[in-house]
């Protein structure tokens, strides 16, 4: 497993994300998570100034659904959303591809948006 950041400021991004799980525009990514056993798999934590929750999972729900990911599972709470997909739109996650995002309201005007994605490049 490589781990890139944690606290370390910004990082590059993921060499294998998919289509369907880039960097959201303007944000800043601050680790990556990859496993090297499970090379199509990885996480990235972003950091994404002035912009709200619900575009921001508009935004990869937009790309799952381009993919051909189906929605399995949407939720809000306040300003924090979580939403996750898949070729089979089951909650399971049992697809070769999918992906979760999590948006979580920081300081100020920063969300922290945590991407969970399988099928990378």
Sequence with gaps: MKISGLGAGEVAAPRNLPPFAPVYPGAKVTSTVLNAPEPDKGMMVLSVPNADGASIVGFYKKRGEAAGLKLGMETAAGAARI???????????????????????????????????????
């Design 83 to 121: 939403i996750a997909m898949n070729e089979s739109g089951e909650t399971s996650g049992d697809g070769a591809r999918g992906l979760q995002v999590t948006v979580a309201p920081g300081d100020g005007d920063v969300s922290t948006v945590t991407v969970i994605y399988a099928g990378g490049k």
